[in-house]
């Protein structure tokens, strides 16, 4: 059949743009992983789907949404922000193809781990950190930039752990392995607690500036931010030693210094904006979180810790992965951010979601029956996001990309800046 003329290099052309920006490519992976590992299970093996060849199959779930959907979304953000750091272009191409192709393979070597050798297993799920810690690193110490460094070497600790995981799953330790799981969430709770603390006080200032220009400005104070972080850091160092009341302790404190912290954040004023709003409501999820693992230890009876957990990694974490990659689909002519309806439906549904997940054990005769119904929610908002997504996808890409224009429209494009990430 002959193609109708024009058809093929429009095409080509909108595939060459994919590749011009790393939160493309990596973005949209994230989304598709988050999709599709809670459509394969447990949604679609409760309706006859074959299970994932990795035993027990929850720790395939949650290795997936912890290391292929988070850590694909950390790939984007980390490479999106690094021309600002380095002032080199993007990187885009063939080393964006490459580490696009590791995570793939990560991906499937992982759904069929139980038949795969264990030294293959680990070598194919350990080349997607290695390679995206390596262009990290590569350009932030060639530029003398020793701070942003650091991303590229916690990147490094993330494939870590993820060698650890696979050994402690594969060789028969699932209690080893949820251990180091549960300690990888309290590492991207840190780094949720670094760039998010910074990012949402910055978009709603910004935001702000541009239509209550004599409001008055989140003025956050340093303390609260630092005991936070500082809290965060103490708990994960208590984890790994297997202290775990320190860690409780420590995670307690930090939730309440969030708390001070986000007290000035104008969250009210905030929440008309709908793209701000899926920033505040995700974040408060954080000390939640916090607060509630940290008090399980002292009082387990009350709710499963193995259910709290999901505060973190479905309230906080999907929540701010959905509200600050969901940005680059956002941009207006005007120069300004504004949510589409798939944003706003989708983030509406996965907040659904994360209350109906954690009412599962509450309702212990419906567990089953509540725990699917959290699952369709979950992949019904992914669905509706990444089709509100597809903007961000195709055609010359938008600089800043997760943030609007802080001057006016007439501004040349040299002005723009992906500082504000």
């Not at 093929?8 to 595939?15: D, E, G, H, N, V």
């Not at 995206?132 to 460094?149: F, I, N, P, V």
Request: hydrophobic share 55%.
């Amino acid at each position: 059949m002959t193609q109708p003329p024009g058809k093929t290099p429009r095409l080509t052309a909108a595939f060459a743009h994919f590749w011009q920006a790393p939160h493309r490519p990596l973005f949209l992976a994230s989304f598709l992983c988050a999709f599709t590992t809670v459509a394969w299970w447990p949604l679609g093996v409760a309706f006859g789907l074959p299970a994932p060849g990795f035993e027990p199959v929850v720790l395939w779930h949650a290795h997936e949404l912890i290391f292929g959907f988070a850590g694909a979304a950390v790939g984007g953000y980390l490479l999106t922000a690094l021309p600002s750091w380095t002032g080199l272009p993007p990187i885009q191409g063939a080393p964006l193809k490459l580490l696009l192709g590791c995570w793939l393979l990560a991906r499937l070597t992982s759904g069929l781990a139980d038949h795969i050798p264990v030294a293959l297993q680990l070598c194919l799920n350990l080349s997607y950190p290695l390679w995206l810690a390596a262009m990290l690193l590569y350009q932030t110490l060639s530029c003398g930039d020793y701070q942003k460094a650091g991303f590229g070497l916690a990147v490094l600790l993330l494939g870590g752990a993820d060698a650890l995981f696979m050994t402690a799953a594969l060789s028969g330790q699932p209690e080893a392995a949820l251990t180091i799981l549960r300690t990888v969430v309290l590492g991207f709770a840190l780094g949720m607690t670094i760039i998010g603390s910074r990012a949402i006080a910055a978009f709603t200032n910004n935001w702000l500036d541009r239509t209550n220009p004599r409001d008055p400005r989140i003025n956050a104070p340093q303390l609260p931010r630092q005991i936070a972080q500082g809290a965060l850091a103490l708990a994960l160092i208590a984890m790994l030693a297997g202290l775990r009341g320190v860690a409780s302790v420590a995670m307690i404190c930090a939730a309440i210094a969030m708390l001070w912290m986000m007290y000035g954040w104008r969250t009210i004023p905030a929440l008309t904006n709908p793209l701000l709003a899926a920033q505040h409501l995700a974040f408060a999820w954080l000390p939640i979180g916090l607060a509630s693992i940290g008090a399980l230890w002292f009082a387990p009876q009350l709710y499963p810790m193995a259910d709290a957990i999901h505060i973190l990694t479905i309230g906080a974490m999907s929540g701010l992965i959905m509200a600050i990659a969901g940005r680059a689909a956002c941009h207006h002519i005007s120069g300004d951010m504004r949510a589409s309806a798939g944003f706003v439906l989708g983030s509406l549904l996965v907040w659904a979601a994360t209350w109906v997940r954690l009412a599962a054990p509450v309702f212990a005769q419906q567990n089953s029956s509540i725990l699917l119904g959290a699952a369709g929610l979950w992949c019904l908002g992914w669905a509706v996001f990444i089709a509100g997504f597809r903007p961000a996808l195709t055609g010359p890409v938008i600089r800043p990309v997760l943030s609007g224009k802080k001057h006016p429209p007439a501004d040349p494009p040299h002005l723009l800046t992906e500082k504000s990430i």
